[in-house]
């Protein structure tokens, strides 16, 4: 089994910016890809980035230029650094892990959310 433990959201003004991080623990060296998905209310739960332990990089359109995703395999932990935030951006935020992918299909496992809330 892996835990995933996510941190870092919170309340932020349209253009401010904030760090989320995800730690992962237990069985880890099964694990490949790492990402974030979000999920707004009302709305489904959508893919925000990946990244690979090779770091091989995939981001929502509606992020690209803004948020940067990236991984320190020492510790074990994934960061997404949100930038230019808007409005639209708030939702909860996951932290998503599998063996294999997470792009296609979400992984197995998920943290328990963190909320990112931004203000007009």
């Known amino acids: 089994q892996v835990q995933l433990v996510e941190s870092g959201g919170g309340l932020v003004q349209a253009g401010g910016s904030l760090r989320l991080s995800c730690a992962a623990s237990?069985?880890?060296?099964?694990?490949?890809?790492m990402g974030w998905y979000r999920q707004a209310p009302g709305k489904q739960r959508e893919l925000v980035a990946a990244?690979?332990?090779?770091?091989?990089?995939n981001y929502a359109d509606s992020v690209k230029g803004r948020f940067t995703i990236s991984r320190d395999n020492a510790k074990n932990t994934v960061y997404l650094q949100m930038n230019s935030l808007k409005p639209e951006d708030t939702a909860v935020y996951y932290c998503n892990a599998d063996r294999w992918s997470v792009v296609a299909d979400p992984g197995d496992y998920w943290g328990q959310g963190t909320q990112v809330t931004v203000s007009s």
């Open positions: 237990g069985s880890i060296f099964s694990i490949n890809a």
């Open positions: 990244i690979t332990s090779g770091g091989t990089t």
